[in-house]
């Protein structure tokens, strides 16, 4: 199993500085089907989950949704007909954070 699913987030504090890139590299080894794609000038791990349907798409948000409550650290979440993109990262760090990881390896 991976290690990230079994660990729980860590409080961040504010002004703290994001993942290196040589962190993060290692991180992005533990995950797969995550990209880090580049928004608004910060990095964020993003990836698009589909589904036959509204309705699946519909409950798997909901479920990441209960998940984000639960550890409050709350990802972007994008549902459509068919598929669900989310992207976690923290916005504290104005970046990636281990918790993202952490969410990511357990979202799906």
């Known amino acids: 199993m991976n290690e990230l699913k079994k660990r729980a987030c860590e409080p961040c504090r504010e002004g703290s500085a994001p993942l290196s890139a040589i ?5 992005m080894k533990q995950l797969q ?14 990836r698009t989950f589909t589904f036959p349907d509204f309705r699946q ?10 998940l984000a409550e639960a550890e409050n650290h709350h990802p972007k979440l994008i549902t459509e007909w068919g598929r ?12 990636l954070h281990l918790n993202d990881f ?6 799906g």
Do not use: Y
């Not at 089907?33 to 993003?46: H, K, S, T």
């Not at 798409?57 to 990441?64: G, H, M």
């Not at 993109?85 to 970046?95: D, P, R």
């Not at 952490?102 to 979202?107: E, K, L, S, V, Y």
């Open 57 to 66: 798409a519909l409950a798997f948000t909901n479920r990441v949704g209960e």
């Open 102 to 107: 952490i969410m990511a390896a357990r979202t």
């Open 33 to 46: 089907g995550w990209n880090i794609v580049m928004e608004d000038g910060v990095n964020r791990l993003q």
């Open 84 to 95: 669900v993109t989310v992207a976690w990262w923290t916005h504290s760090v104005n970046g």
């Open 23 to 27: 962190e993060t590299e290692r991180l």
